[in-house]
């Protein structure tokens, strides 16, 4: 299994960054997909998620209305537009899958057993 991260970079606050997943080796579209993120010397935090259908999507507060996940089960990708930018979104973002994540689980870490290797987002202000 393997999932590959792009789409990171520097921008300014405000501006908008499109962060793309691509996953091969399993059956992604029967996957729960998600993305986190992981500051300097903080924890790695949820910061969206949705089911393999992709209906429903859910975020953490701090993002809320400024990012967008979706996914693309014949391309096996799971994507995140990032808009409105803030210096505090300065992180590794994380793409994940699992196969069993449900609602009372899928903002913990734990819930996942595949990750990408992370790519970076700078915010400068």
């Known amino acids: 299994v393997q999932l590959q991260a792009s789409g990171g970079g520097l921008v300014q606050a405000g501006g908008s960054l499109r962060l793309s997943c691509a996953a091969s080796?399993?059956?992604?579209?029967?996957?729960?997909a998600a993305w986190f993120r992981q500051a300097p010397g903080n924890e790695r935090e949820f910061v969206a998620a949705?089911?393999?259908?992709?209906?429903?999507?859910y975020y953490a507060d701090s993002v809320k209305g400024r990012f967008t996940i979706s996914r693309d089960n014949t391309e096996n990708t799971v994507n995140l537009r990032t808009n409105s930018l803030k210096p505090e979104d300065t992180a590794v973002y994380y793409c994940?899958?699992?196969?069993?994540?449900?609602?009372?689980?899928?903002?913990?870490?734990?819930?996942?057993?595949?990750w990408g290797q992370g790519t970076q987002v700078t915010v400068s202000s």
């Open positions: 994940a899958v699992a196969p069993r994540a449900i609602l009372s689980t899928m903002r913990s870490v734990d819930a996942y057993d595949y």
């Open positions: 080796g399993l059956s992604f579209r029967t996957y729960t």
């Open positions: 949705l089911f393999r259908s992709g209906v429903n999507t």
